[in-house]
């Protein structure tokens, strides 16, 4: 199969592009969990799942948020999802933190984060064993996600 770890996490995009491309990348996941979560034992390497779903506010808010770090996320359209996209390890769970990522509760502290070329992937919640799936899971992006279409200019001598 492939030589990657067999524990993922499914994170909503764009936080994932985040993660593993962001300057400076996202050295935090914030999540809810609460004891007795056995995720919250987990460290090490897992692999870096982009859920197939991303809606406009969610994209927005998150877009907006890297824009405040100086961060230019990727069109939604650009943005792989329904997939693995990269591997990065946890290294601890923090419950405070000076991140600029950290944003409450429970923080996932990252390290060492690194793409991969994309892998279909069904995503679970919490880490979970993957598996490749046929690339018919990937979702097509969604019309709000496309570059708007620019007017064409009718030509010299065309009415309106």
Avoid at 22 to 45: Q, Y
Avoid at 49 to 55: L, R, V
Avoid at 98 to 113: F, V
Avoid at 117 to 143: H, M, N, T, Y
Wanted: hydrophobic share 45%; glycine share 8%; charged share 20%.
């Amino acid at each position: 199969m492939h030589d990657l770890p067999r524990f993922a996490l499914s994170v909503r995009q764009p936080w994932t592009w985040a993660i593993v491309h962001a300057d400076p990348v996202k050295d935090i996941e914030n999540r809810s969990w609460r004891r007795p979560n056995p995720a919250l034992k987990f460290r090490g390497e897992f692999a870096l799942h982009a859920a197939k779903g991303m809606t406009r506010d969610e994209y927005e808010c998150a877009a907006d948020f890297m824009a405040d770090l100086g961060i230019t996320a990727p069109r939604p359209a650009e943005l792989q999802r329904g997939g693995i996209v990269g591997v990065v390890t946890l290294v601890d769970i923090v419950r405070d933190s000076d991140s600029p990522w950290y944003m409450g509760g429970c923080g996932l502290l990252l390290a060492n984060p690194r793409p991969i070329e994309f892998i279909p992937c069904v995503g679970e919640l919490g880490f979970f064993a993957w598996k490749p799936a046929d690339p018919s899971v990937v979702p097509q992006p969604a019309r709000w996600m496309l570059p708007k279409a620019e007017p064409v200019a009718p030509a010299q001598g065309e009415l309106l």
